[in-house]
């Protein structure tokens, strides 16, 4: 069974930056297509990232050129580099990925827990 693990969710300050590691266990071959979704409280979950296993990437409007989603070649790991962080961001971020789909669907087959980060000061 595959398992998508996020980390590096926490608090920050408006304007800071904060990094998130996706990794992914199980016996699983290279995963295509990795990606970021964010979802906060009494809103409906919405993508922000993706990238396939050659690096290419696309990003979605919610955080525009503030966010950089990055992958270990080789590996099954995914990384969203946020900057210039607004007290808007603060969101439960979920990792997704799937092994065969990427771009022209956001519906990924394996998701994560959800990892929470907070905007504030």
């Known amino acids: 069974q595959v398992q998508l693990v996020e980390s590096g969710g926490g608090q920050v300050q408006p304007g800071g930056s904060l990094t998130l590691s996706c990794s992914a266990s199980?016996?699983?071959?290279?995963?295509?297509?990795m990606a970021w979704f964010r979802q906060a409280p009494g809103k409906e979950r919405e993508a922000v990232a993706r990238?396939?296993?050659?690096?290419?990437?696309t990003y979605t409007q919610e955080m525009g050129d503030r966010a950089t989603i990055s992958r270990e070649r080789n590996k099954n790991t995914a990384y969203l580099t946020m900057n210039g962080l607004k007290p808007e961001d603060a969101a439960i971020y979920y990792c997704a990925a799937d092994p065969v789909l990427c771009f022209g669907t956001w519906e990924y087959s394996l998701w994560g827990q959800g990892i929470q980060v907070d905007v504030s000061s």
């Open positions: 990238a396939n296993s050659d690096g290419v990437a």
């Open positions: 199980g016996h699983i071959d290279t995963l295509y297509c």
